[in-house]
C-alpha cells in the first residue's frame, strides 16, 4: 500500500508565496520521478513541475522562474516553493510519483490534490 499525502495549500494573495509538500509512505523500494501537476476547473490536469531521483528539473513555461521543485535527501517528500503568485495559478495542485513497490512493480500514484487559491 503507497500514499502520497499533500499539504500546505491554501489563500494567499497576489504576488504571495506558498509552499505545497507531498510525502509517499508504504511499501517502497525507490521511487523515480516526482512531480506536480494542476487542474483548472473544466480542464485536463497539466504538469507544473517534475524532479528526477537525479535531480533533474523541468518545468511549465508559465512557473519558470516563479516556482522551484525540490526534494529531500531521503527522497521520499517533494516540495513546490511558488513565488510571486498570480490569479491564473489558482487550481488544485496534484501530486505524481512513478514508484517502484515490493515485487519490482513500478507504476504512477497521484496525492489527493490540495487547493491553491491566489486572490486579494
Known amino acids: 500500500q503507497v500514499q502520497l499525502v499533500e499539504s500546505g495549500g491554501g489563500l494567499v494573495q497576489p504576488g504571495g508565496s506558498l509552499r505545497v509538500s507531498c510525502a509517499a509512505s508504504?511499501?517502497?523500494?525507490?521511487?523515480?520521478?516526482m512531480g506536480w501537476y494542476r487542474q483548472f476547473p473544466g480542464k485536463q490536469r497539466e504538469l507544473v513541475a517534475a524532479?528526477?531521483?537525479?535531480?533533474?528539473?523541468n518545468y511549465a513555461d508559465s512557473v519558470k522562474g516563479r516556482f522551484t521543485i525540490s526534494r529531500d535527501n531521503a527522497k521520499t517528500t517533494v516540495y513546490l516553493q511558488m513565488n510571486s503568485l498570480k490569479p491564473e495559478d489558482t487550481a488544485v495542485y496534484y501530486c505524481?510519483?512513478?514508484?517502484?513497490?515490493?515485487?519490482?512493480?513500478?507504476?504512477?500514484?497521484w496525492g489527493q490534490g490540495t487547493q491553491v487559491t491566489v486572490s486579494s
Open positions: 524532479i528526477t531521483s537525479g535531480g533533474s528539473t
Open positions: 508504504g511499501s517502497i523500494l525507490s521511487i523515480n520521478a
Open positions: 505524481n510519483a512513478e514508484i517502484i513497490t515490493t515485487g519490482w512493480v513500478v507504476r504512477d500514484y
